[in-house]
Nanobody, 116 residues
Framework: QVQLVESGGGLVQAGGSLRLSCAAS????????MGWYRQAPEKQRELVAT???????DYADSVKGRFTISRDNAKNTVYLQMNNLKPEDTAVYYC??????????WGQGTQVTVSS
C-alpha cells in the first residue's frame, strides 16, 4: 500500500482559501488516480476531486470553479487549492490513491473548518 499524509487543514473564514497537501511514501508517477474526499459530521464520505497519472481532473459539482487539484510528481505530492470557501465545505478531508495492482489507500485526514 501507499502511505499518505495530509496537511494544510485549519480554520478559515468564509471566502478564504486553504491549500491541502498530500505527501506519498513512494513515487506517484505511476499511480493511476489520486484524489481528495471529504466527510462532514453525520454524512457519508464524498468525492471532492481526482487527478489521473495523465493529469485528467474531475470535480464534484459543489466545488467546481473554486477548488483545483494538482500533482507534483517530483515531490510525490498532490495538492488541493481551495478558494472561496463556504461553511458547507467544513469536513475532514482525506487523500486517496488508487493503483491497479495495489488497490486504494487512504490518509489519516485533515480537518477543514469554515466559519460564517
Amino acid at each position: 500500500q501507499v502511505q499518505l499524509v495530509e496537511s494544510g487543514g485549519g480554520l478559515v473564514q468564509a471566502g478564504g482559501s486553504l491549500r491541502l497537501s498530500c505527501a506519498a511514501s513512494r513515487s506517484i508517477f505511476s499511480i493511476n488516480v489520486m484524489g481528495w474526499y471529504r466527510q462532514a459530521p453525520e454524512k457519508q464520505r464524498e468525492l471532492v476531486a481526482t487527478i489521473t497519472n495523465v493529469r485528467t481532473t474531475d470535480y464534484a459539482d459543489s466545488v467546481k470553479g473554486r477548488f483545483t487539484i494538482s500533482r507534483d510528481n517530483a515531490k510525490n505530492t498532490v495538492y488541493l487549492q481551495m478558494n472561496n470557501l463556504k461553511p458547507e465545505d467544513t469536513a475532514v478531508y482525506y487523500c486517496s490513491s488508487y493503483v491497479a495492482s495495489m488497490g486504494r489507500s487512504w490518509g489519516q485526514g485533515t480537518q477543514v473548518t469554515v466559519s460564517s
